[in-house]
């Protein structure tokens, strides 16, 4: 593969090459490197410029216009969105997405990690919020924080590492508005939390990357899908959950079923429809 002989761009403003770039040379012996590329014209996590696509297609453009501006032709890009879980809402969830492209042979690999194992939080606060219990669960020092105004969203400070720099963007801010949203910074060179998330995915990521297409040798062979449902132990009946995993190739129509990684031929009733109403 000459992504391995001429190295891979890492399309990032926010050190993301750091956990990158050792994945890459561990697993791929390859190098990776980095280019003065904006990656903030695609949007910021502040708001500032505002964000017109979905993550996933952001995540993507951001490898393809890394590697048109530069003309080296393989390139990485991470994009991560935060929120509430969406089955349980009071605990933070963060999506992360990390794409390799090879412009040459006009292959696009993706992976995806879904956790809540992120900081991710926003907090209202007024002249008399007590914020200590926040600054607590957000981890800071350690990872950074934004403040912005509540009207215009405008940014007071991001990037803010101490109780100083803290104290002195609220008393800035309390100046502009009643009013200030402070919130954790997802950057990734502010948050160490998400940067140990980036960390695995370019992991899933490269080790996708090695896998290679059983019929035409693509790099990227994996999962794609899932088909079938798993019948419950008791009822026989089937359930919502997939039974199999469906790997396909990136270039050509190739795929092929698999058995689920956790190992589960079928459910327990208390899951089942039938038996567990
Ligand atoms: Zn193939
Ligand atoms: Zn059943």
């Known amino acids: 593969m000459s992504y391995v002989k001429k190295g891979i761009l890492v399309a990032t403003k926010h050190q993301?090459?750091?956990?990158?770039?050792?994945?890459?040379?561990?697993y791929l012996g390859c190098e990776t490197f980095v280019t003065e590329f904006d990656t903030d014209k695609l949007g910021t996590f502040t708001g500032e410029i505002p964000?017109?696509?979905?993550?996933?297609?952001?995540?993507?453009?951001k490898a393809v216009m890394a590697a048109q501006l530069t003309g080296h032709p393989y390139a990485l890009a991470s994009e991560g969105s935060f929120g509430p879980h969406p089955i349980m809402?009071?605990?933070?969830?963060?999506?992360?997405?990390?794409?390799?492209?090879?412009?040459?042979?006009?292959?696009?690999i993706f992976e995806e990690i879904k956790t809540s194992e992120t900081n991710y939080q926003t907090k209202w606060i007024d002249v008399d919020s007590d914020i200590n219990d926040f600054l607590?669960?957000?981890k800071f020092p350690s990872?950074?924080?934004?403040?912005?105004t509540s009207c215009l969203k405008t940014v007071i400070a991001k990037g803010i590492q101490s109780h100083q720099q803290l104290q002195e963007a609220l008393k800035n801010g309390f100046e502009l508005d009643t009013r200030l949203l402070l919130s954790t910074d997802m950057r990734a060179m502010m948050n160490p939390?998400?940067?140990?998330?980036?960390e695995k995915l370019s992991e899933q990521l490269v080790l996708r990357i090695k896998s290679l297409c059983p019929?035409?040798?693509?790099?990227?062979?994996?999962?794609?899908?899932?088909?079938?449902?798993l019948a419950c132990q008791q009822c026989h009946m089937p359930s919502e959950f997939p039974?199999?995993?469906?790997?396909?190739?990136?270039?050509?129509?190739?795929?092929?079923?698999?058995?689920?990684?956790?190992?589960?031929?079928n459910i327990d009733p208390q899951y089942c429809q039938f038996c567990n109403p």
């Open 215 to 229: 019929q035409c040798q693509s790099p990227g062979f994996g999962r794609a899908g899932v088909a079938g449902h």
């Open 51 to 61: 964000r017109l696509k979905d993550a996933m297609s952001i995540c993507k453009d």
């Open 89 to 108: 809402p009071f605990l933070p969830y963060a999506q992360e997405w990390m794409v390799f492209v090879d412009l040459e042979s006009d292959i696009t």
């Open 136 to 138: 607590n669960q957000v």
């Open 16 to 26: 993301k090459e750091q956990v990158i770039g050792p994945i890459f040379k561990k």
């Open 243 to 265: 039974a199999l995993e469906v790997w396909a190739c990136v270039q050509c129509d190739y795929q092929e079923n698999r058995p689920r990684k956790d190992g589960k031929v």
């Open 143 to 148: 990872h950074g924080l934004c403040l912005q």
């Open 193 to 198: 939390s998400r940067m140990n998330v980036i």
